[in-house]
Structures are given as C-alpha cells and as structure tokens.
C-alpha cells in the first residue's frame, strides 16, 4: 500500500484519539501557554538585565558557524540561547493545544483561534527578536518585542478562562450579576495597564539597563518619563479601588471577586517595587521583579475585565 494511500487512514485514526470535548489535557496547555507566556518575559529580562542582549551577536544562528551558544561564549550566550530555546517550547506547547482541539476548531472556534492566534506569534516573535539583535539592541525594537511578549500574555489569559468555561459564550461557571459600571470600570483598568506596561518599555529605553555595554539608549530623559510612566499606574490602583468598593459593598462573590482582589494584590506590589526600584537606583532584582509584575498586572486585568464582560448585570 502507497504512503499516499495510508496518509489519510493515519490521520484519521490519529484524530478520532484527539478531545471531542475541552477536556483535562485541554485546560492544563492552556494554563501551559499562560506560565509559558510569563516566563519568557522573565528570561527576556533577564538577558537584558545580564548584558546578554548580544549573547549570541547574530540571527537565526548564535554565531556565523553555530545554531547554539558555544563555551568560549560564556554565561552571556548561554543566557541569550536559553531564551531563544523557551521559544521553541512555547511553539510545542501552542501546536500540541491546536491539536488536541482539532476536534472542535468548528465548535469551539474561540479556543482554536486563541491557540492559533498563540502559535502564529512565535514565529513573528523570534523575527522580532531577531532584529533586536541586528539592530544592535535599538531601544524601540526591544520595547516592541516585550510589548508582543504582554498582548500574548493576555491572549493567553483568555485562552485559560475560555478551556475552563468562566467566560465567553460558553461559559459554565456561574457568574454573580454585576452593577452596570463594572463593565466600565474593569475596562479602564485593562486600558491603563496597558498604557502603563508601554510608557514602562519608554522608561526602560531611557534607563541604565541596554542589554549590552554599546548598546544605544532612546535618549529621553529617564527621570521625567519615569514620572510619565506613573500616571496610568496611579489610574489602575484608583480603578481597582473603585472595583473593589463595589464587590464589596454590594456583597458580590464569586470570581469576580477573586480576580479584583488579586488584581489589587498585583497593583499594590508593582507600586512598591516601582517605587522602591526608583529610589534606589534600578537595581537589577528589582526591575527583574517588576517586569514579571508587569506580566502579572496584564493577566489579572485582562481576567477582571474578562469575568465582568462575561458576567450579567443587574
């Protein structure tokens, strides 16, 4: 029998083992891809924060002769090929999740577009990542490929509360009715933290923190957009206030509850390190914990919003 022949025989048999259902193995890649997202915004600033930027000073191979780091390349490049290969894992993760619900790309088309979505961007990352090092570490391509790192993470965010039924047309967990401004409110806060996650990659571009000794700066003054950076930050605590006062007051429970409670505990710890970090000279723990907060912010007010969109209103 022709290879031609069997081809169709095996992809069937292999699709009729796949889900017909958002089942265990569905939801645990979904949450996959979300820690996946998160990390690689913790490795991304850690070669940034460990001068590695130029680890490996070419692209797509680490060196003109080799696809991986070498020894006499040291820490640097292994720090800069570590974060190359995270990618390679969240493109397994992404591929594993639209095939497992190949089943239901039809019935469940949010989710497989989600995982679509997730995969499409590893490679338009790792393009990114590319001209960030041919453009020797240019402040505004670097803050671009964090930037697609933070609309992944939300992406993510939603691929997990849609494989576990808490938001979305298919929603299965039951949802408290909210007041109408909820929806509003939540809103404006995904909105500022994302205007706060941007002004962040400015600061970031105009601070001690390049990547590389050569590497060029945006040549902004630090000090000022710093305080820039602030603005929105101080928007999302008054917003996440706001929510809080009404779950609280109007006896709210539920996930709703749960997501604007964390969204506040995430709030109030970017402020501290952010303001800890600034008056202490940007110390390199410091922003490293910021940026995985900056990931962490993104998540819990995507969720937030996400629940109340979803939830009914009263």
Excluded at 33 to 52: D, K, P
Aim: glycine share 8%; charged share 10%.
């Amino acid at each position: 029998m022709s290879t031609a022949f069997r081809l169709p025989q095996f992809a069937g048999r292999l699709a009729s083992r796949l889900p017909r259902t958002v089942d265990r193995s569905v939801r645990r890649l979904a949450v996959a891809s979300l820690i996946g997202q998160t990390l690689l915004v913790v490795t991304g600033g850690a070669v940034r924060l460990t001068s590695s930027g130029l680890g490996c000073p070419t692209w797509p191979r680490c060196t003109d002769t080799s696809l991986v780091n070498t020894p006499e390349m040291g820490i640097h490049g292994f720090i800069e090929f570590g974060n190359r290969l995270l990618t390679f894992a969240l493109a397994a993760v992404a591929a594993l999740m639209l095939a497992y619900l190949w089943n239901l790309r039809k019935e469940r088309r949010d989710l497989f577009l989600l995982a679509l979505g997730l995969l499409a961007s590893i490679p338009a990352q790792a393009v990114i990542g590319g001209i960030t090092v041919l453009t020797n570490l240019n402040p505004w391509v670097v803050g671009l490929h964090f930037l697609v790192s933070m609309a992944l993470v939300v992406f993510a965010t939603l691929l997990v509360n849609r494989a576990f039924g808490r938001t979305g047309r298919f929603r299965t967990v039951p949802l408290a009715a909210l007041p109408g401004v909820m929806r509003p409110v939540t809103a404006a806060v995904a909105l500022f933290s994302a205007l706060a996650v941007m002004l962040g990659v400015v600061v970031t571009g105009a601070g001690p923190h390049a990547g590389d000794a050569d590497a060029p700066r945006n040549g902004l003054d630090w000090d000022l957009v710093s305080h820039i950076h602030a603005v929105p930050a101080y928007l999302v605590t008054a917003g996440t206030l706001v929510a809080l006062a009404l779950v609280v007051l109007r006896r709210i429970s539920g996930p709703i509850r749960a997501a604007v409670v964390g969204l506040l505990g995430v709030t109030l710890l970017q402020a501290v390190i952010g303001f800890t970090q600034y008056y202490n000279g940007v110390p390199v723990l410091l922003v490293a914990s910021h940026m995985l907060g900056a990931a962490l912010l993104m998540a819990a007010a995507t969720n937030a919003w996400d629940i109340a969109r979803s939830s009914p209103v009263k």
